[in-house]
């Protein structure tokens, strides 16, 4: 039967929840027939995780891959933190990271290939919603290369190795022992993924943030009711002490608590300098504020636990 009607997909499509060619497939191999299409839906598992994928996934794990070359770093949304303790779930999770070493964007990650299985990442997705039973969203991955750097990584919350609830990669680059700077590397994405600075530099931190926040401490600082030139003096005050707590290189040390961020990647015999980093925390932005308060988190973090 190869015109299938545009009210025998619509029809399909109430029933199971599936795509829209995803019906117009199983009413093309079904002559048209709705029962015997909502069982070959079924039997591929789309009709399930139809249905399931559209509910919103805010709970899930980081995972960071590394190797010669590449580190990755991927979140994977499930729907409630149980699942993601699961081992099924998090096999999914470093499946996904491993091949992330492989992809260069979020797209060619989803159509890599699962090894000993003929579907590509997408379609892996789809078959694990349906046999979990919850959704699951491949929300974002970045990958560094490390062909003249040094990457260091660090997971917090980490409920298996490579796996947790905030991931921090961090490229360097020194011409220090690598062994320092694999040190040093770790400690600065613990402070990362304490911190969560808006940029490296005050150079790096976008326009918009910036205007918006001087605006806002330009409106505060009339409010007092000061003449012009005391309000100026306010306003570069409140400045600095914004850099000191939202960039990279201003901030406070959180492993000596004493120590300018700058100034540490200065000690060591020759500087270090960041490249590059990224900080994701599992869920941020999904229907909820960006997670717990890691101030009160530091000591554990410094001790690795």
Known sequence: MSNISASLVKELREKTG??????????TENNGDIESSVDWLRTKGLAKAAKKSGRV???????ISSSDSFSVIVEVNSETDFVARNESFQNVANT????GLLSSSIDDLKIQKIENKDINVEEYITEMISSIG????????????????NIASYIHGQVSEGLGKIGVMVNLKSTV???????????IAMHIAATNPLSISIEDIPSDILERERNILIEEARESGKPEEII?????????????ESVLLEQTYVIDGESKVADVLN?????VEIIDFVRYELGEGIEKESGDDFASEVDSMV???
């Open 96 to 99: 996904i990271s491993q091949l």
């Open 177 to 187: 022992n690598n062994e320092m700077v694999n040190e040093l590397g770790k400690k």
């Open 303 to 305: 001790s690795g636990n």
């Open 134 to 149: 919850e959704n699951i969203n491949l929300r974002r991955m970045i990958r560094f290369e490390s062909s003249n750097t």
């Open 18 to 27: 599936a795509g829209m060619m995803d019906c117009k497939n199983a009413l």
């Open 267 to 271: 000690s060591l015999d020759s500087p």
């Open 232 to 244: 100026e003096k306010m306003i570069e005050g409140r400045l600095k002490k914004f850099y000191q």
């Open 57 to 63: 996934a805010s709970e899930g794990l980081i995972a």
